[in-house]
């Protein structure tokens, strides 16, 4: 298995520009979450899906942000427009059952810079 | 709110030292605790977990116990090598139902080890 897929790693852009990240969680599994990491937040979730349905995004800063997973295989988030506060690492993490002790198996992670 | 209080880094060891990273939870019931491990340039992984109290998890020698009378998980390793190096993170799900979906997490300890 190749694990939690992300894309890309790396992301430079102009403040106002549209960003779109990208990720491939692993087969069978049937939840999907964002984080992101930032030096002074830490971890924060910022949503998750339940069989490709949105269950909770009160975690999404705010309308600029959106996610989407339009199948078991794919999911974005977008940044539109993009502020240099979006600036941190965007963690897609994947995970099977509801258990609370089931693992989450995490991508590599998107580094955004917004000028 | 749940939540993770962990030990502030950064930490630097000598090879061959012993390592302790203190972390304290705050939860309603009985959570599940993590300890996640994240390598430069690299997602998180999980390293061990321990689901209910006095259970021990333990992997790549670092060993955690699940105090439930201290509200502690702190990490330990007898003999740590500098491939050790790297950010821990604990970490905490409620066992079911929405709480068991959100991967609560300390600031994070960041570890050197040098020759």
């Known amino acids: 298995d190749a694990g939690v897929i992300q894309s890309p790693r790396h992301e430079v852009t102009e403040m106002g520009q549209e960003v779109t990240l990208r990720c491939k969680p692993i087969s069978g599994h049937d939840y999907l979450f964002w984080y992101r990491q930032t030096m002074m937040r830490g971890l924060e979730l910022l949503i998750y899906?339940?069989?490709?349905?949105?269950?909770?995004d009160s975690g999404m800063p705010e309308d600029r942000f959106s996610a989407k997973m339009p199948n078991a295989s794919f999911s974005t988030l977008k940044i539109q427009p993009s502020e240099p506060r979006d600036s941190a690492v965007y963690f897609c993490?994947?995970?099977?059952?509801?258990?609370?002790?089931?693992?989450?198996?995490f991508g590599a992670g998107s580094r955004l810079t917004v000028l | 709110g749940n939540s993770v209080t962990q030990m502030e880094g950064p930490v630097t060891l000598s090879e061959e030292a012993f390592l302790t990273i203190n972390c304290t939870y705050t939860a309603t019931g009985y959570p599940s605790l993590f300890w996640y491990v994240q390598y430069p340039g690299e997602g998180l992984q999980l390293l061990l977990k321990a689901t209910k109290a006095d259970d021990k998890g333990s992997n790549k020698g670092f060993e955690a116990t699940y105090r439930k009378e201290t509200t502690s998980f702190h990490l330990e390793k007898g003999s740590v090598q500098v491939s050790d190096s790297a950010v821990y993170f604990c970490?905490?799900?409620?066992?079911?139902?929405?709480?068991?979906?959100?991967?609560?997490f300390g600031q994070g300890t960041r570890l050197t080890i040098n020759p």
């Open positions: 993490a994947s995970r099977q059952g509801a258990a609370g002790a089931n693992v989450l198996t």
């Open positions: 899906f339940n069989n490709n349905v949105p269950i909770d």
């Open positions: 970490a905490l799900t409620q066992r079911a139902g929405q709480g068991a979906q959100k991967l609560v």
